[in-house]
């Protein structure tokens, strides 16, 4: 019998083997090579953050905490109570944590010398414009406290704290702006103390903190204290009285002054400039 015919073998000759890896490997080689699928990640929105991480870095608490404060209904954004985990907001909606308004921002005061020629303005397309000015100053996204005009120069303050640009919107209560104003001509003394007493005028009562002559001085030249933000309502006082502003410069507001600060150029308020500011 013959061994090699009769035995069950385990495996194929050495020949046949090779020849079968060659094919494979030809087959192999042959074969159209499927390609990668490439997943693309959808960016996300920059403008765009999700509310726990939002309140998180306001520094209400940690993005934990602030899952299970959302959950429960601690949070509106816009007005509305939002539960929804993983809802997305934008920079500049109001988002709320137990009714107070809250910013992710760091917060940041910026105190400017504006030039004229500048419109106290965050709206594009309005030529150049204070924030121009103050663009390298943070990354925060601070606003203007109050306006000056185009052609008004002198302290204007930024911030992203609500709580501060409180303390100025409020009229009656609010922070003390002094202004140098130059008139087209002497403002006589009745009008003065007319000014200084209160006018009503179109059904409203204007008043002033302070009003008077700058020392070594043309009667042209008068020092103004006024709580309102705006500077629209300076004119109109003067309007008023037959008088003309040819120049206007916010020299101090509160205790803040232009020291230091050459014009057109800013600073951030120190801690001690920012703890004064928090009392008045």
Known sequence: MNRQNGSKGKGKPAEQKSESKRF????????????????????GNPDEIRLNKYVANSGMCSRREADEHIAIGLVSVNGKVVTEMGFKVKLGDEVRYDGARINPEKKAYVLLNKPKGFATTTSEGKGRTVMDLVANAT???????????????????FTNDDAITAKFTNSKNG??????????????????KKIQGGFKFEDKFIEVEEISYIDNASKREIGLKIKNTGNTIIRTIFEYFKYEIVSLDCVAIGHLTKKDIPRGSWKHLTEQELNTLKML
């Open 175 to 192: 922070v003390a702006r002094l202004f140098h104003i130059e008139l087209d001509k002497n403002l006589r003394l009745e009008d003065l």
């Open 139 to 157: 990354d925060s996204r601070i606003k203007p406290i109050g306006r000056l005009g185009r052609n008004s120069k002198g302290l204007l303050l």
């Open 24 to 43: 494979r490997a030809n087959v192999k080689g042959n074969a159209p090579t499927k390609k990668s699928k490439i997943v693309q990640k959808k960016k």
